[in-house]
């Protein structure tokens, strides 16, 4: 069963514009949420998760499990933000792993 | 810091052959994770050591893949014999706790089975 859903493969915004990448995710339990970066023939490298609420770049994310769902957000895109980004999830024994299929963000100048 | 370290970075094979794969985590984590990224889809986890144990392994093919840590460090991840459908980006993992925490990831290793 998909436990991660990332609707949008492609996804692209003028630089100023708000930007929100959707993340759906399917689990019974008390799930951990996170967001991915891999930018341009970097590693893929944590952006921010859920239990800390941190705003990392500008980005935020809240849990919705009332829709299952864990939005990444900023307000004002920048040309750096160009990226591909993967929203994950664990289970609570951390046991597991699940990975969105990604989708890749162009921030147009 | 040093990154987690993977080798080789290319690898072509034909089907049929085997193949090894190498990964070095960061200094004292003791977490390792290998994932399979096939082209177009995200990471899919295929194993996870904690120390030199295995924690997680349902998503390995045992007919054809293996992975050891032999001491809690380095680890080896083998397909033998190898399918086309193998062909895909092999990443290592490493964390400093299990669960939850965050994951370094090294550069990868591209594979493809012609």
């Known amino acids: 069963a998909q436990r991660v859903t990332q609707p949008e493969k492609l996804l692209s915004v003028f630089k100023g514009a708000p930007v929100e990448l959707k993340c759906n995710y399917s689990?019974?339990?008390?799930?951990?949420l996170f967001w991915y970066v891999q930018y341009s023939r970097q590693r893929l490298q944590l952006l921010l998760r859920?239990?800390s609420r941190e705003s990392i770049k500008g980005f935020t994310a809240d849990l919705n499990k009332g829709e299952t769902s864990f939005h990444l957000k900023k307000p004002f895109a920048q040309e750096e933000d160009s990226a591909m980004y993967y929203c994950?999830?664990?289970?609570?024994?951390?046991?597991?792993?699940?990975f969105g299929t990604g989708t890749s963000l162009t921030v147009i100048p | 810091e040093a990154g987690v370290a993977q080798s080789p970075r290319y690898k072509i094979i034909e089907k049929r052959q085997s193949v090894a794969f190498w990964c070095n985590p960061i200094?004292?984590?003791?977490?390792l994770y290998w994932y399979q990224q096939i082209l177009g889809q995200g990471p899919k986890l295929l194993i996870q050591?904690?120390?030199?144990?295995?924690?997680?392994d349902s998503q390995l093919p045992k007919d054809r893949f293996s992975a050891e840590r032999l001491k809690g460090v380095d680890s080896t991840l083998k397909i033998q014999p190898a399918k086309l459908e193998d062909s895909a980006v092999y990443l290592c993992?490493?964390?400093?706790?299990?669960?939850?925490?965050?994951?370094?990831f090294g550069p990868g290793t591209r594979l493809t089975v012609t």
């Open positions: 200094s004292g984590h003791a977490t």
């Open positions: 993992a490493s964390s400093a706790q299990r669960q939850g925490l965050e994951q370094y």
């Open positions: 689990y019974s339990g008390s799930p951990e």
């Open positions: 050591f904690q120390n030199n144990g295995v924690v997680d």
């Open positions: 859920h239990i």
């Open positions: 994950a999830l664990t289970t609570f024994t951390g046991n597991q792993f699940y």
